[in-house]
């Protein structure tokens, strides 16, 4: 990952039990990185970064589409079949996770920023006010689920038990020596749980539209520290698109300083920005992969 700034965020979005496709589709008509028009596929296509995005694109004679998600499943099947011809909405242990478990070759060709994953609550100021035997809403997709385990096993709330890797579940937590349990949701619903939970952990997709504010989470972890690689959120494509120069042009709009003003201003100068080459952060991915292959 690269870290440009002090702040923010593993990624955006990582394992996951993931539904879709496997490999990519031989259909006539998937998007491909030569097509007149090339589709981007991303969840919360209204953030500012997006219009800067396609307006830098157009400087570039390259007519970009932006496609709005609204959960994190689908846009990866959507590259792998040629519905999309890239995406950007994902860390590294996500897109791991994806082809491990769909024997698909999705690689990164740029980075963007790593973000905080943080604990939210409407009930309480500070995590010590937490009270035994309270819940906390966690996604519920693999890779993000885990990261919310682990924030909340750093900061006492919860126990593991010895052994535990990367990837922590349910079933890795020590239910008799933790302070809370874990409810699993929809990421996009832990925000509407906060009313009626002790405490949410929120990614960061779903921060601003739900009208918090990156300064009032009770914790987060540290996009800053070297283990926050997995984190790292990316710009995807199929590897046959890998080395298409076009969207090598696309790639490096990621940097250019009107878009990086853009992610800190939606990300209330909580993201840290990671500027990698592609061959650093598909070796990155390539470790990731082993790893979790075992």
């Not at 491990?100 to 963007?112: K, R």
């Not at 943080?118 to 809403?137: H, M, R």
């Amino acid at each position: 990952m690269r870290f440009t700034k002090p702040a923010a965020a593993l990624a955006a979005t990582f394992l996951f039990a993931l539904a879709g496709c496997g490999s990519p589709s031989s259909d006539t008509t998937a998007a491909t990185a030569d097509d007149a028009v090339i589709s981007v596929g991303v969840v919360g296509a209204s953030s500012p970064e997006w219009t800067v995005f396609t307006d830098k694109a157009a400087d570039l004679g390259i007519d970009v589409e932006i496609r709005d998600f609204t959960d994190y499943t689908t846009p990866n099947p959507a590259v792998s079949d040629g519905s999309l011809t890239a995406n950007q909405f994902q860390h590294l242990l996500y897109l791991a996770r994806y082809n491990l478990d769909n024997n698909a070759d999705l690689v990164p060709i740029a980075s963007t920023a790593i973000y905080p994953l943080a604990l939210y609550s409407s009930s309480f100021t500070s995590v010590d006010a937490i009270p035994e035997g309270a819940q906390i809403a966690v996604p519920n997709d693999e890779t993000n689920k885990s990261r919310a385990i682990h924030l909340l096993a750093e900061n006492g709330l919860l126990t593991l038990t010895e052994g535990t890797g990367i990837i922590a579940a349910e079933e890795n937590i020590d239910t008799a020596a933790s302070r809370v349990s874990v409810a699993p949701m929809d990421a996009q619903q832990t925000v509407t749980a906060l009313p009626s939970i002790a405490g949410a952990v929120v990614n960061n997709d779903f921060v601003n539209d739900a009208g918090l504010d990156p300064a009032d989470a009770l914790v987060e972890d540290d996009p800053a520290d070297p283990s926050a690689q997995p984190y790292i959120n990316v710009f995807v494509v199929r590897a046959a698109d890998a080395d298409n120069e076009r969207l090598a042009q696309l790639a490096t709009i990621f940097h250019d300083p009107d878009f990086t003003a853009a992610l800190a201003e939606q990300s209330a100068d909580s993201a840290v920005i990671v500027d990698e080459t592609p061959e650093e952060l598909q070796a990155i991915l390539a470790d990731v992969q082993s790893s979790l292959a075992g």
